[in-house]
């Protein structure tokens, strides 16, 4: 693995192995320009040596202990990505039939997946049972009675956790915010003791966990802390009700620094939160997470190009080839990513722009109020962007995926050709 561009040039705050050398930002030892140029934008590149790293630090946490890492992939599905952290021993954390086919495609394995979600099919059931899967996690009582029901036509026991609410606050974005009474996710914790009895007698079923996830780009230990106790007390609750739980599943949602944000390093929190499995005698249990955004999220970036500059009388536009199709999240949760130049326009004055994508949409907006020195034909990078940009990208006004690009070392493969319009149009049917 190489090293972070360290004493190199000025590294990027939360992104390791991004750093300005010269001038130039790179992305461990390829120039963001060069790639640019010869791949066109927008463009994400992530690097293998920032996943590695991220993940280094669960590793370090769980060192010594029967630990499970699953990546969430939701945040970034792409099978270049997925490959790393399958080939790195990972298990996945799913939430469609979709994903699965994708793990299986990138060389994961099926024993190490748990299948999240609220609204899993029979067909989705039926084909996660046939690959052999680790665990299901199910989020509502009805859902326990199709899976068995399911798993008993197919002649199996499905694998189950039950995935409960401990109803902390884990002060982020309402939208990103799971663990709270009122949201759709889990069973409520009042309820789950009961529901793993109805679990433990159906006849389809074999009950191997329990789970929680409380919700994403949490940077505060204090809401991870509570959960944890909330759902140590219900281990002990259903263990002495005599159903025995191999394993704990505490989810993921650690968050990462996109603007001065301070998370917990994962090792330091996982500390903390074995040292209370261990106060209450469960250290020897299985214990898994689902990690996704701190994983992937600050390995990637996104390049774009600047189209024009638009001043105005109340704002300044700084429009670029990217969108809200490419990089959602400030339009869905007014999330912040810093925006930088790939090299310093000395000849640009500096200004206050709104930086906009192309799409119709006032809402198409990356970044409000950011202070650059920027002309056309200038390229920026769109920070933070491993996680929860390409995987929720759209064709919106019909516009192409992005390339993506997976960096080791010197080295960058393509692991995303752009989609052009034919690739758009391949499943549609004029009439007649
Ligand atoms: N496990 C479950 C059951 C989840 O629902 C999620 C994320 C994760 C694990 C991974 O959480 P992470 O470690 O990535 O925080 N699109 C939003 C984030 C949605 C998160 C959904 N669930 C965003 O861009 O901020």
């Known amino acids: 693995m190489s090293r972070p561009p360290e004493g190199a040039g000025q590294q990027l705050p939360g992104h390791p192995f991004v750093a300005y050398r010269d001038g130039s930002l790179y992305v461990e030892d390829v120039a963001l320009d060069a790639v640019a140029r010869a791949h066109g934008t927008p463009l994400f590149v992530y690097s293998r040596a920032a996943m590695l790293s991220a993940l280094s ?12 890492i699953c990546y969430a992939m939701k945040a970034n599905s792409s099978l270049g990505v997925l490959q790393v952290f399958a080939r790195a021993g990972c298990g996945f954390d799913i939430v469609s039939g979709g994903e699965l086919d994708r793990v299986l495609a990138a060389g994961g394995d099926a024993g190490k997946v748990i299948f999240s979600g609220v609204g899993k099919t029979r067909a989705e059931m039926q084909q996660a049972l046939s690959a052999g899967i680790g665990c299901f996690n199910v989020e509502s009582e009805a859902e326990l009675d199709v899976l068995s029901g399911v798993a008993a036509g197919m002649g199996l026991r499905a694998p189950v956790s039950i995935r409960v609410n401990p109803n902390v606050d884990p002060k982020t974005h309402p939208y990103i915010s799971t663990g709270l009474k009122g949201n759709k996710f889990g069973v409520a914790h009042e309820e789950a003791l009961r529901i793993y009895q109805h679990a433990a007698s159906l006849k389809g079923l074999k009950v191997v966990g329990i789970d929680c996830h409380i919700g994403s780009q949490i940077t505060d230990p204090t809401p ?59 250290g020897s249990k299985k214990l898994m997470i689902e990690p996704g955004r701190s994983l992937v999220g600050n390995a990637g970036v996104c390049v774009t190009e600047v189209l024009y500059i638009k001043p105005g009388e109340q ?21 912040f990513h810093a925006i930088v130049p790939l090299e310093p326009n000395t000849r640009a004055a500096k200004a206050t722009y709104d930086v906009v994508g192309p799409v119709c949409e006032s809402g ?20 933070s962007a491993g996680a ?26 393509v692991i995303r050709q752009r989609e052009n319009s034919q690739d758009q149009m391949r499943h549609e049917r004029l009439v007649g």
């Not at 929860?388 to 070392?409: F, I, P």
């Open 224 to 282: 991870y802390l509570d959960a944890m106790d909330r759902v140590l007390d219900l281990v002990s609750a259903i263990e002495n009700a005599g159903i025995t739980l191999d394993h704990i599943d505490f989810g993921g949602g650690l968050g990462i620094n996109y603007n001065g944000d301070t998370p917990p390093e994962a090792d330091a929190l996982w500390l903390q939160l074995l040292a209370k499995v261990d106060a209450r005698g469960y």
């Open 364 to 383: 198409d907006w990356i970044g409000h109020d950011r202070e650059l020195a920027v002309a056309a034909g200038d390229k920026l990078a769109v920070l």
């Open 315 to 335: 704002k300044n536009f700084c429009i670029i080839d990217a969108a809200m199709n490419d990089l959602p999240r400030p339009a869905m949760y007014q999330a």
């Open 388 to 413: 929860y940009c390409m995987s929720m990208a759209s064709n919106y006004n019909t516009r192409g995926r992005a390339a993506e690009l997976l960096v080791d070392g010197s080295q960058a493969h």
């Open 57 to 68: 630090a669960y590793q370090r946490g769980f060192a010594g202990r029967d630990a499970q």
